[in-house]
């Protein structure tokens, strides 16, 4: 049968809302973790990392969550702007394996 | 800026050609990656070169071939590609194998 491509999911919001993007990863082993973020036409661009011995970390205007009890992690956006509009990836490696990337989420800001 | 660069960011190519995808990092990294990224489809891994030396390969079909002359260069050979392989290319670098990884801006790819 035809493959079909996965349904991205899709985070609207209103410029100066907070905005939350969320993951969940399956390898308990991991120890470290990224956000990127890819606008339309570009290439990720990394946002903030984490390793697995804290559990938040802070960053302008981002701040990362994680949750190493249920294998979660989010991305929080502050006073979210129009800019901000992209498709977020969060990644994360164990040791020095290669990152494995999840689907990634389409953050939407309206003025 | 990344630190990273890609060449061509467009290329359509018919099937029986024979193109090149060219990335250069400025980093000082070890090791290069290339990736697939397809509409709605995670990023696919396709090939880990640290110190230049070929670590990881995906599954990847032969006609693609990679090539990494050194540690700040690194290319996709394409030959007698197939519509299906129309993607986003991406090449990114690290300081070492795993960890956090730069990338280029991509090469649009169109097969025809």
């Known amino acids: 049968g035809e493959s079909v491509g996965l349904h991205l999911p899709t985070l609207s919001v209103q410029e100066g809302d907070n905005s939350i993007i969320n993951c969940a990863y399956s390898n308990s082993a991991s120890d470290y973790f990224i956000w990127y973020k890819q606008e339309s036409g570009k290439g990720p661009q990394f946002i903030i990392d984490?390793?697995?011995?804290?559990d938040k970390r802070q960053g302008q205007r981002v701040t990362v969550l994680l949750n190493k009890t249920v294998k979660h992690l989010s991305l929080q956006i502050a006073a979210t702007q129009p800019g901000d509009s992209a498709v977020y990836f969060c990644?994360?490696?164990?040791?020095?394996?290669?990152?494995?990337f999840g689907k990634g989420t389409m953050l939407l800001v309206s003025p | 800026e990344t630190g990273v660069t890609q060449t061509p960011r467009h290329l359509v190519m018919g099937m029986t050609n024979k193109k090149s995808l060219k990335c250069e990092q400025h980093l000082g990294h070890n090791a290069m990656y290339w990736y697939k990224q397809s509409a709605k489809k995670p990023l696919e891994l396709m090939f880990v070169?640290?110190?230049?030396?070929?670590?990881e390969n995906n599954s990847v079909p032969s006609r693609f071939s990679p090539e990494c002359p050194n540690s700040s260069h690194l290319f996709l050979h394409l030959h007698t590609l197939q519509p299906e392989d129309s993607a986003l290319y991406l090449c990114a670098s690290s300081g070492t194998e795993g960890g956090r990884q730069f990338f280029g801006p991509g090469t649009r790819l169109t097969v025809l």
């Open positions: 990644a994360e490696a164990s040791g020095y394996s290669t990152l494995t």
């Open positions: 070169y640290s110190l230049e030396e070929r670590v």
């Open positions: 984490i390793r697995s011995n804290m």
